[in-house]
């Protein structure tokens, strides 16, 4: 009790009787320094009292399906995220944001169709991805090209349609094939001549029929309206000038048979 007789000390000891509040943990997760386990818990979205100092968060086999705009609360030390087995089907262009010191996404074993580079940009820091397991057909090389320090991709059993084009994808695996984890997982699904088929066995032969001088659709489109056009504007023209011939003739006739005596 010697504490109470200086009053320069009381706030002290109010201290030591009242610590300060630990950092907040999401009800139904554990924490520890900083590391945030909050799988199996059913959760459908994710949840919004972390701490900022979370430096990991485990999410996996919950039953998330959409990540909507800024879905994270700020979480600038944030370096690993892991996703794995809910129902992730849509991730929005911004729902990252946020999250740039991240290194580590794990989004495997999802219903991904379909990425937006978009959503990749704020991770300017991500080594490793692992897209996994999920429904992706194919993947805009614009996805890769966001992620300037990446070091480890899986994209192993995802249905790839080895057409014209996977052919940016093709190319960008080849360049960066030491990058490319479980390479012997990745199989063609479509066409079906090449059904589990390595896409990484793939060769310049197999995309010879792939020009990039093909038309785009916006060129389809044009030749759609110009060929029409053109048709409709040979036949005026030339209608045009038989007429003008026609008077010609006719009008030199008159003045010869007109001269006459």
């Known amino acids: 009790m010697g504490c109470w007789r200086d009053p320069s000390t009381v706030l002290a000891c109010l201290l030591l009787l009242h610590p300060l509040p630990s950092p907040a943990c999401p009800a139904a997760c554990r924490c520890s320094s900083g590391e945030v386990d909050c799988s199996e818990h059913a959760f459908r979205e994710v ?8 430096s990991t968060l485990w999410l996996g086999y919950n039953f998330i399906t959409v990540l909507g705009p800024r ?7 944030l370096l690993l995220l892991s ?48 897209l ?3 429904r992706l057909r194919e993947l805009e090389p614009g996805v890769l090209r966001t992620l300037p320090q990446l070091r480890a991709l ?20 080849s360049h960066n094939s030491e990058k490319v984890q479980e390479k012997s997982l990745l199989l063609c ?18 995309f010879r029929q792939c020009q990039e001088t093909s038309l785009s659709t916006q060129q389809y489109i044009a030749f759609l ?30 003045a010869h048979y007109g001269g006459r005596p």
């Not at 949840?47 to 979370?54: E, H, K, R, V, Y």
């Not at 879905?71 to 030390?77: D, R």
């Not at 946020?98 to 169709?113: F, H, I, K, R, V």
């Open 83 to 130: 996703l794995p087995h809910n129902r992730l089907g849509l991730i929005h262009s911004q729902a990252l944001v946020g999250l740039g010191a991240l290194q580590e996404l794990d989004l495997s074993n999802n219903y991904l169709t379909v990425l937006s580079p978009e959503t990749f940009l704020p991770l300017t820091n991500l080594v490793k991805l692992n």
């Open 132 to 134: 996994g397991s999920n």
């Open 225 to 254: 309206i110009i060929g029409p056009f053109s048709f409709m504007a040979s036949i005026v023209f030339c209608t045009f000038m038989g007429l003008i011939i026609v008077v010609y003739n006719s009008q030199r006739k008159e």
């Open 189 to 206: 699904r479509v066409p079906k001549q090449l059904n589990k088929y390595p896409v990484m066995a793939l060769g310049n032969e197999s």
């Open 47 to 54: 949840p919004q009292s972390l701490s900022a100092n979370t």
């Open 71 to 77: 879905s994270f609360p700020p979480l600038p030390g």
């Open 154 to 173: 899986l994209l192993q059993d995802n249905p790839w349609v080895c057409s014209c084009d996977i052919l940016p994808l093709w190319r960008w695996l």
